[in-house]
Nanobody
Framework: VQLQASGGGSVQAGGSLRLSCVAS????????IGWFRQAPGLEREFVAA????????YYADSVKGRFTMSRDNNKKTVDLQMNSLKPEDTAVYYC???????????????????WGQGTEVTVSS
């Protein structure tokens, strides 16, 4: 299983970035695909996730209304559109996947078995 995240960069507050996660095989092979982030000195935290069943996306309260997660099964990608970025969004962003994730664990990093390398996002004020 391979996950490849890309799209990070540096933007000013209020700007936008679009992260992409390419999964080996089809995104439908995974019960859930999530985005997490980790800022220096802090624990990895949940950002968003999408489930195979129903395609419903779930968001952390801190990004709700600003970030949108989408899945393109044909392209085998999961994207995270990030708008109205804030300096506190600065972190390394990781995509993760799991084949048998239950809904109650969707926000828990340790519940995901597969991780991609991170892509760095820096938001300046």
């Amino acid at each position: 299983v391979q996950l490849q995240a890309s799209g990070g960069g540096s933007v000013q507050a209020g700007g936008s970035l679009r992260l992409s996660c390419v999964a080996s095989g089809s995104t439908l092979d995974y019960d859930a695909i999530g985005w997490f982030r980790q800022a220096p000195g802090l624990e990895r935290e949940f950002v968003a996730a999408i489930r195979r069943s129903g395609g419903t996306a779930y968001y952390a309260d801190s990004v709700k209304g600003r970030f949108t997660m989408s899945r393109d099964n044909n392209k085998k990608t999961v994207d995270l559109q990030m708008n109205s970025l804030k300096p506190e969004d600065t972190a390394v962003y990781y995509c993760a996947a799991d084949s048998t994730l239950i809904l109650s664990s969707i926000r828990i990093a340790t519940a995901y078995d597969y991780w991609g390398q991170g892509t760095e996002v820096t938001v300046s004020s």
